[in-house]
């Protein structure tokens, strides 16, 4: 009899025990769940989609597989493989661009000076337009007549420029790194002022200079931000589509045809659907390939930023 309460009398506390272990899972059930319907299953649709030849007019079970096809024929594509030098051109063209404007600002403005705030929030006005408007703002002011640069270029006595023709994709660059060098600065300004003051203290004790305290020291501790940050927009700069889209059509000829408007195009246009979810695959293979190698790269930093404020505080 006193075993069998005994063993009632444990009941309720391996029930708590099962619930506590349980409930870690069931807490994140739903975060699982709405990943796989927005993320995974969509993703292996599109990855399956690939190995067939797949046009609108049918469902992706009536197509043909064909393997490897897609991405062998996109491969000997010279077109695709154009759209896919444009890409790898203007993406780290605006991110170094970007990244040295952006850190050289965060540097410049990381200072006590009146009106600065007001000044910082100027700097981000341009991430907060949409990239349709900026688009159109940048083709009015390329206009080769009526356009702000052409009528400014004209009032100094110099010959107008052929903004988007022959220099469509320096045009398409400029656009971009007027837009999202600001969401550079912001968080380059961020990492610098989490800086530990006592690193900063200790070279000053020491005598190093403005540029020596940059290159040595803040620019090191920044580096671990700088590269995610640098990988955000990476990632972000091989997905850009509208600014192009209503700057230059992918034109002239396919001078500034990145994959993602090559790859709507191949959908809606041509109605390849196999092959836009072929070069869509490749586009997140070059992706991945980048995260993992800038991951890498920001761990190596991270150790190298840790033994430069281990020497900083032992300094002081």
């Not at 540097?107 to 000044?119: A, E, P, T």
């Not at 022959?166 to 656009?175: C, D, E, F, G, R």
């Not at 589509?241 to 790859?263: D, H, N, Y």
Request: charged fraction near 15%.
């Amino acid at each position: 009899m006193a075993t069998e309460v005994t063993s009632h009398a444990k009941t309720p506390r391996q029930a708590s025990a099962w619930i506590n272990r349980a409930s870690p899972y069931m807490f994140i059930a739903p975060a699982v769940v709405i990943m796989f319907m927005a993320l995974i299953y969509p993703l292996g649709y599109m990855i399956w989609g690939s190995f067939r030849d797949w046009d609108p007019s049918q469902t992706i079970g009536e197509a043909e597989f064909i393997g490897l096809k897609n991405y062998v024929t996109l491969w000997n594509d010279p077109n695709f493989l154009e759209s896919l030098s444009v890409t790898l051109r203007f993406a780290f063209l605006c991110v170094s661009a970007e990244m040295v404007i952006g850190v050289g600002l965060a540097l410049l403005l990381d200072r006590n000076i009146r009106g600065m705030s007001v000044l910082r929030t100027m700097f981000i006005l341009p991430m907060m337009i949409a990239p349709v408007v900026v688009g159109l703002m940048w083709r009015y002011m390329y206009h080769p007549t009526v356009g702000t640069f052409n009528r400014f270029l004209e009032d100094i006595g110099l010959p107008k420029v052929d903004w988007l023709g022959q220099n469509a994709l320096t045009s398409v660059i400029i656009a971009d790194i007027w837009q999202w060098t600001p969401f550079i600065f912001i968080l380059a300004l961020a990492a610098l002022q989490s800086l530990p003051r006592s690193a900063l203290e200790a070279a000053k004790i020491d005598g190093a200079t403005a540029w020596q305290q940059i290159w040595h020291i803040k620019i090191p501790l920044m580096m671990p931000v700088l590269i995610v940050t640098a990988l955000l927009r990476l990632i972000d700069a091989f997905k850009v589509l509208e600014v192009i889209l209503v700057l230059t059509e992918g034109g002239p000829g396919l001078s500034t045809e990145i994959l993602a408007l090559r790859i709507s195009r191949t959908a809606t246009e041509f109605r390849e659907l196999g092959e836009a979810a072929a070069m869509s695959n490749y586009l997140l293979m070059i992706l991945m390939l980048l995260t993992v190698s800038m991951f890498a790269f920001n761990k190596l930093q991270e150790i190298r930023a840790a033994r430069v404020r281990m020497i900083a505080e032992e300094d002081a």
